[in-house]
């Protein structure tokens, strides 16, 4: 005999029409149940979990619609494909059967190719599904796997990276406090000690940062209002703008105006930008300009400086990762190159937009728009 191509329940009350749809489902290699009634075809289909169920729609007793809700409601026979059989003369709402779950009808008396073909190709479609439905769980399975191990690895690299660099500060501090008549030569090897291992734990910040804003998991929105956002994170840019000698000036038209969004990423994209405009501004130089605006369906930010300017063909090119632009007064200044990749980012997830204007010699606005909550 051979081998079956998978097993169908018969439901129907005519015996005759039973033995009919068994030979010619048997012919083909279908291995084939049969119930004369909902009540046993229901506990059946739970008992041997057929890979397909035809099924009678008039039958004395619960019907074939009844019958397929019953099927549709346990967990166990739920997504076994039911098609319906309706006699031409049935009036029958052919639509109802559908919304119970049903994926086909088929007429009597019967043709027996179209039976066989519709009962085909139910079969592989429903295969298919299946087969899709198991990849995406393995991949989902994997996605997770993969996204814990990352921050596992962020969790682990944050404490392990920065603590030997918190040490070799401290150490330097601590050389220069126990020797007060140190040479010159020792006193500048201690400096750049100092100055690489600033920068190497911004850059481990950054990048640590970055990776985790990237994931896009654990943004924390909430409603927060324009005023409150921009007068916590401009003070604090104030502080670094005057120790250089820069006043910042700032306008707000915003009302009491709200917005959806992290506040703590959000400050960081302010850190960001008005930390750029006080580093590329020259020492006393002129005031920058922090300004918000109500706009139709967002709010708009604008960080003005009046600094050393960025050169147009590198304008398309500062928001990328470790860009920095290689003139002699920009690399005069310490920095990751990382600030606006990590502000594009987090405005990026805010579903808002960033544009920047810049002129060597005159200075440069960057403006970011969030979305009206
Ligand atoms: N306000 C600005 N004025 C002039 N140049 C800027 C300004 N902001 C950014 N840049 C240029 O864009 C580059 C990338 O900026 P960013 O990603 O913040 O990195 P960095 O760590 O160097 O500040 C900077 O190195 C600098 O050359
Ligand atoms: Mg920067």
């Given at each position: 005999m051979a081998v079956s191509i998978g097993s169908i329940l018969i439901v129907d009350d005519v015996p005759i029409n039973l033995s009919v749809l068994m030979q010619l489902l048997g012919s083909v290699g279908y291995k084939v149940l049969v119930a004369t009634d909902g009540?046993?075809?229901v506990q059946q289909a739970e008992y041997a979990i057929p890979d397909m169920i035809l099924l009678d729609v008039m039958m004395p007793g619960i019907d074939g619609f009844e019958t397929c809700r019953r099927l549709k409601a346990s967990p166990i026979?739920?997504?076994i494909p039911v098609i319906f059989m309706t006699a031409l003369s049935d009036t029958i709402d052919k639509v109802y059967g559908f919304q119970l779950g049903a994926v086909d009808y088929v007429t009597k008396p019967l043709q027996h190719e179209e039976v066989i073909a519709r009962v085909n190709a139910h079969l592989t479609l429903h295969r298919q599904k299946q087969e899709i439905e198991q990849l995406r769980q393995q991949e989902r399975l994997h996605y997770e796997r993969l996204s814990q191990l990352k921050d596992q690895m962020l969790h682990t690299a944050s404490h392990d990276l920065k603590n030997p660099l918190a040490v070799i500060t401290t150490a330097v501090e601590l050389l220069r406090r126990y020797n007060p008549s140190l040479d010159e030569r020792t006193k500048e090897k201690l400096n750049q000690i100092e100055v690489s291992t600033a920068y190497m734990r911004d850059l481990i910040v950054n990048l640590l940062d970055l990776a985790r804003i990237e994931t896009g998991v654990g943004l924390q929105k909430q409603k927060i209002l324009v005023k409150q956002l921009l007068e916590t994170n401009v003070a604090q840019a104030v502080?670094?703008?005057?120790?250089?000698?820069?006043?910042?000036?700032?306008?707000?038209?915003v009302n009491d105006m709200t917005i959806y969004c992290d506040p703590l990423l959000i400050g960081q994209v302010f850190q960001n930008l008005i930390s750029n405009a006080v580093k590329y501004t020259p020492q006393g130089g002129a005031p920058i300009q922090v300004s918000a605006e109500k706009r139709e369906t967002e709010v708009s930010f604008n960080i003005m400086d009046h600094g050393i300017g960025i050169p147009e063909s590198d304008i398309p090119h500062v928001f990328d990762k470790f860009f920095r632009v290689n003139t002699i007064e920009h690399r005069t200044v310490a920095g990751t190159g990382l600030g606006l990749s990590i502000v594009r980012e987090i405005v990026q997830q805010h579903g808002g937009s960033l544009h920047v204007e810049s002129q060597v010699g005159i200075g440069s606005?960057?403006?970011?728009?969030?979305?009206?909550?």
């Open positions: 009540e046993s075809a026979t739920r997504d502080i670094l703008a005057h120790e250089k000698g820069i006043a910042v000036q700032s306008q707000y038209l606005t960057f403006s970011f728009s969030l979305p009206r909550s």
